[in-house]
């Protein structure tokens, strides 16, 4: 009841400044009318007008008000009108002024003819003429002052607020830029003020965005900062190539200054981002490429309308493949998982973000063939993509019997059970590692390519192994640990300083994953093109820089040496391969298969059963048989043997 007596009493001023803007229209439009009328040299208005102003405008003001309530006036909030707005009020006024016109002519002087000595149709049509753009003026005019005072009011509590806040150059003075100064501007919750503004094109050198100027390119980053007093720095360019992105980062965090970027356009274009939101430039920004193009018909052809079943789906690599694929409208989405917590939180995620999708969680380990049988029955699967797997090399080196029985024999148990269902396709997750391994985990994951490779060649299932580097921010790598290390204020641990590494970010992998798995055959180790090869120890520096402190000064580097089963450098391809074969995706490659003793192969496997964390000795032996270019030794022993 309050509330609804609140409202009347907020639109009753409303409607008095309308009702007044009105009638003054009308009133200017007779005296301007007969000013600069040649045939009455006393300019006066003649009473008969006068009379008939009288008896009409309140008609005239009830048909304006009547039309502007329709026309939604009362119920915008004009403190925060644009362009949208400006519309409303040209065609309200001309809609209201119409219909005055029309009654004028048509209506009131049947209705009102005792009462005018001359009726309405003496009105001059150019009064009427004059009184909608009058009226449109002044009713424009009136929401535009409350515009003005709430900028205004918002600005000055902004004043208020922002005493000693970041001063903030923009980087990218296109439509995300401005995006983000009037943003700003207009949040006094926001604790930062935009300066200037920074872009390469040199025609926008001198202008203003929204009273912000731009004064100059990239070159001009590092003088501008001390000339301006930057604490703050914002990418505001969505569009840019990564490579250009890499560059302007690298120039801003020379400055010193704290570093904050947009979402890239892939996360816009997927609606995975509020454009607005503006975050912490990452590490994943500098190292990240251009987005992955994909040949989105290929995909579908095999994932569309497909029962499709994610292995280790709870984990970096397999949610994030569950993502990818939801994109393309399976008929269900299978997430076998053995660790419950991590399918938990991919299920409120994906329903969340594809209310649509068909999706069930199934906990179960696929060291269990007859768990694996038991869901392949009930659900029949059309591709399998197997990401379950060990993958920490120095834990692996701790259990080696372990890594055998879960990422040998998991992939053997999900292999037969793949050809014993009549899977269309299986795509295994395999690692650079795999090539010349010196950890139990990397010879684990060639013999996990090579039961690909035989199993092709004795089912009617397509078997494919795709084979990448490191992934950004998965659980378990560098950036995460440094991340951690940077915010206890340091030492940042790194094994050596020439180690070097391979790294693509998690949504790279998984989309390459998934167009590889589009051009498979069967038999095919797909090599993914992971870019140029990275120095973990700069990295280290990097993500210290963007972190806001200085490698070495605040924050130490510690070298602690290579652990067990660690390389300096990692492989992409084995030398036996002899090269990559092109494909029709510039970033994919196909490893030429290596021959091995496919009559002994099976036996090998039977046998590394037998002693798989029973005897590391004869396990090793049969892991080197298997794989000769294996290197490790898995010196230290299971806990189980210990117990034993």
């Not at 919750?189 to 965005?209: C, H, L, S």
């Not at 996360?267 to 500098?286: F, N, T, W, Y």
């Not at 994953?513 to 093109?529: C, W, Y």
């Not at 210290?544 to 510690?558: F, H």
Request: aromatic letters at 10%; a positive charge; glycine letters at 8%.
């Amino acid at each position: 009841m309050f509330g609804r007596k609140n409202k009347i009493l907020q639109l009753v001023p409303q409607l008095a400044i309308d009702s007044v803007c009105v009638s003054f229209s009308y009133w200017i439009a007779f005296v301007l009318r007969f000013l600069f009328d040649p045939d009455r040299p006393d300019h006066k208005i003649p009473l008969y007008y006068v009379d008939s102003y009288r008896i009409a405008i309140p008609w005239i003001v009830l048909v304006c008000l009547a039309v502007f309530a329709l026309s939604r006036f009362y119920s915008t909030m004009w403190e925060f009108a644009s362009v949208g707005e400006m519309f409303q009020i040209v065609f309200a006024t001309t809609t209201a002024c119409a219909a005055v016109t029309f009654l004028g002519y048509r209506v009131f002087p049947s209705f009102f003819k005792d009462s005018f000595q001359h009726s309405l149709t003496h009105f001059p049509l150019l009064v009427y003429a004059m009184g909608w753009l009058l009226t449109m003026f002044l009713i424009g005019g009136s929401r535009f002052l409350v515009r003005v005072a709430h900028r205004r009011k918002v600005r000055n509590s902004g004043r208020i607020e922002k005493e000693g806040s970041l001063r903030v150059m923009i980087v990218g003075a296109g439509e995300m830029g401005s995006m983000i100064i009037k943003e700003m501007k207009n949040a006094p919750q926001y604790t930062g003020v935009p300066i200037i503004a920074i872009d390469d094109d040199r025609q926008k050198k001198g202008t203003r965005i929204h009273g912000v100027k731009v004064v100059g390119g990239r070159e001009n980053i590092a003088r501008m900062v001390a000339h301006y007093h930057i604490n703050e720095i914002i990418l505001a360019v969505p569009t840019a190539k990564q490579s250009d992105k890499r560059e302007l980062i690298k120039l801003c965090s020379g400055t010193g200054c704290k570093l904050k970027t947009v979402p890239a356009l892939y996360e816009l274009i997927e609606g995975s981002a509020d454009p607005i939101k503006v975050r912490d430039v990452d590490i994943l920004d500098l190292l990240g490429r251009d987005e992955i193009k994909l040949n989105t018909k290929e995909i579908s052809g095999y994932l569309a309308d497909k029962t499709i079943l994610v292995t280790g789906g709870g984990g970096t690599i397999g949610s994030e493949l569950c993502r990818q694929i939801a994109c393309f409208h399976p008929k269900k989405l299978l997430v076998f998982e053995i660790y419950e917590n991590n399918a938990y939180l991919l299920l409120n995620e994906m329903k969340h973000r594809f209310p649509w999708l068909d999706m069930e969680v199934v906990i179960g380990s696929v060291r269990d063939r007859a768990r694996l049988q038991h869901v392949f029955d009930c659900y029949r699967p059309d591709v399998v993509f197997h990401a379950a797997a060990h993958k920490h090399v120095p834990l692996m080196e701790l259990s080696p019997g372990e890594a055998v029985k879960n990422n040998v024999f998991g992939t053997l148990n999900v292999a037969q059970v793949c050809d014993e269902f009549h899977v269309k396709r299986m795509v295994l997750i395999s690692t650079d590692k795999a090539v010349n391994p010196t950890s139990i985990m990397g010879a684990t994951k060639r013999i996990c390519e090579l039961i690909i490779q035989y199993y092709s060649r004795h089912s009617k299932t397509g078997f494919v192994a795709v084979r990448f580097g490191n992934v950004l921010g998965s659980s378990g790598s560098v950036i995460p640990i440094f991340k951690r290390q940077i915010a206890n204020g340091g030492p940042v641990t790194v094994t050596d300083p020439n180690i070097v590494r391979y790294f693509m970010t998690i949504p790279e992998a998984a989309r390459l994953v998934i167009q590889a798995g589009g051009m498979a055959n069967g038999g095919e180790i797909f090599v993914l093109d992971m870019g140029e090869p990275v120095k973990i120890v700069d990295l280290a520096r990097n993500l210290i820089r963007l972190s806001g402190y200085e490698p070495d000064v605040d924050i130490k580097i510690k070298f602690t040496g290579l652990r067990p089963g660690e390389k300096l450098y990692e492989e992409m391809l084995l030398d036996s391969e002899g090269g990559c074969r092109k494909t029709s995706h510039e970033l994919i490659y196909i490893g030429n298969p290596i021959p091995f003793n496919e009559e002994t192969f099976i036996d090998d496997i039977e046998s590394l059963r037998s002693v798989a964390g029973v005897d590391n000795a004869k396990m090793v032996d049969i892991v080197h048989r298997l794989v000769p270019t294996y290197t490790g030794h898995a010196e230290k022993t299971d806990l189980l043997i210990q117990e034993g």
